[in-house]
């Protein structure tokens, strides 16, 4: 089923569940329900359960529409839109355990009023700031009797693997769930997890006795499987005491701390106190004439000072860094702040996340989500252009990119001469990088924006722009 050309576009990734399928109409969320997915919806709605999450902020909101809306389906819900949709391989530690806590909160939840989830992919859970929320409303069912958790196995692979690589192994798991869609499968983590491994809390179980289980069944169907389980005495009470195993289990686990420069980037860097004041004031001021920004990105954010800065205006910031330990702190400083508008994210910004999933598009790549009212790129640049050998020209043809037209870019030029440049050109052949001047930069701004003001820092080694995209 499909809506007819009315401007209604359907949403890529959500096409694995046939009971429904989500929309974009303008700046609406729809879901069209299959016959299937609105009797499901009709016994979901009236249940408390699901009432009670909805009114903690758990779950996205939802409510049910004219289905004239979508024709060919059922029944049409509209749900809140989230501010900016992120993957789990963009989060950190910290960030990717509280969402496994909350979708087996969830679970739990379901299971005590008679439901279910039907699947448990991380994809599941997006971000209000430094929140968590569930969003595959269509997940629920009704749950049958001796029915095990169908979203076992997704579990595992997207949320519980990831957590146990990092807690166990020191293994930052990013790279790993950005290769495959789907997470990691059990044989790969068999793999990692012998000898004395074999024994590490969670591992026992949850990898080598479900990768024997899903071997020994790999030929039967799911009714088989499902027919086994209810002989064996299978039943609710069951399912939710290993729900609270997991839960137990992950509430243990935490990141291995392995030390990072960047941690400490801000105390060590060559910032002196008068130049982060007039590096703040012109960061806020930049922010605040563009009104109130729907989103702004902060493009290499550290320990989120300027994130912070931008909040103060905006309704949305995602603040990007590379180091997932820095990311890390700054989710758990937001979390116990309980900050709704920063949502922190992992990504390399020489390497940012490409499309994913089927034909590339089941999961949108970064450069795709990110149309910013106002681009921070503080910091950044020398790292990218000396560090990492990005010609001036693609790298502000990409920054001005992640802005939408008439959107601000806010740009810090490190002069060759600051210390911090020196120290990325010392291991550099001589003579490398003969455009990476100051002139040089502004040239090639001014060619792709209307600079509106410049300031240099009372260093002398550093310059900060403030430029309209477009114009």
């Keep these: 089923m499909a809506a007819p050309d009315t401007g209604i576009r359907v949403e890529p990734g959500s096409f694995r569940d046939p009971a429904n399928r989500v929309f974009h109409a303008g700046d609406e969320v729809l879901r069209g329900l299959g016959p299937e997915g609105a009797r499901d919806w009709r016994a979901l709605s009236g249940s408390a359960f699901f009432a009670e999450l909805l009114a903690e902020g758990k779950v996205c909101g939802t409510e049910q529409v ?71 409303v269509g997940s629920f069912a009704p749950l049958a009797e001796g029915e095990p958790w169908a979203g076992y196995r997704q579990f595992c692979q997207t949320l519980l693997y990831p957590l146990l690589l990092q807690a166990h192994l020191g293994l930052d798991f990013q790279p790993w769930l950005r290769a495959r869609v789907d997470g990691i499968e059990p044989d790969a983590m068999r793999r990692l997890f012998r000898g004395t491994r074999r024994l590490l809390p969670g591992v026992p179980t949850h990898v080598h006795l479900h990768g024997a289980m899903q071997g020994r069944n790999a030929r039967a169907s799911t009714t088989e499987v499902r027919a086994q389980l209810r002989a064996a005495g299978y039943s609710r009470d069951l399912a939710l005491a290993t729900v609270r195993g997991i839960d137990r289990l992950i509430r243990r686990l935490d990141r291995r701390d392995e030390g990072s420069h960047w941690v400490d980037y801000q105390r060590t860097c060559s910032y002196t106190p008068r130049d982060r004041e007039e590096k703040e004031r012109f960061v806020e001021a930049a922010v605040r004439t563009a009104g109130t920004p729907r989103l702004v990105l902060d493009l290499g954010a550290n320990d989120g000072r300027y994130a912070r800065i931008a909040a103060r205006h905006a309704a949305q910031v995602v603040a990007v860094e590379q180091d997932p330990a820095v990311v890390d702190a700054l989710y758990r400083a937001l979390r116990a702040e309980g900050e709704r508008r920063i949502l922190p994210l992992v990504m390399d910004l020489a390497d940012p996340s490409p499309g994913g999933g089927w034909r590339g598009v089941e999961r949108a790549a970064f450069a795709r989500r990110a149309r910013a009212d106002v681009v921070l790129a503080l910091a950044v640049v020398h790292h990218l252009a000396l560090g990492r050998n990005v010609p001036l020209g693609d790298l502000l043809d990409q920054l001005v990119a992640y802005a939408r037209p008439g959107g601000r870019l806010v740009a810090e030029f490190v002069h060759p001469e600051d210390p911090m440049a020196r120290r990325l050109l010392a291991n550099k052949p001589d003579g490398l990088f003969p455009d990476y001047r100051r002139d040089e930069f502004a040239r090639l701004l001014a060619a792709r924006c209307r600079i509106e003001r410049q300031q240099e820092l009372p260093c002398g080694t550093r310059t900060l722009y403030q430029a309209v995209v477009g114009g």
């Design 66 to 136: 004219d289905p004239a809306r979508l024709p060919g389906w059922t029944a049409v819900l509209r749900h809140e839109r989230i501010p900016f949709v992120s993957h789990p391989y963009e989060w950190s530690f910290a960030m990717l355990r509280d969402a496994a806590l909350l979708h087996l909160e969830i679970l739990r939840r379901a299971l005590s009023a008679g439901f279910t989830t039907k699947d448990g992919s991380a994809y599941n859970l997006q971000w209000r700031g430094a929140a968590p929320v569930f969003i595959d």
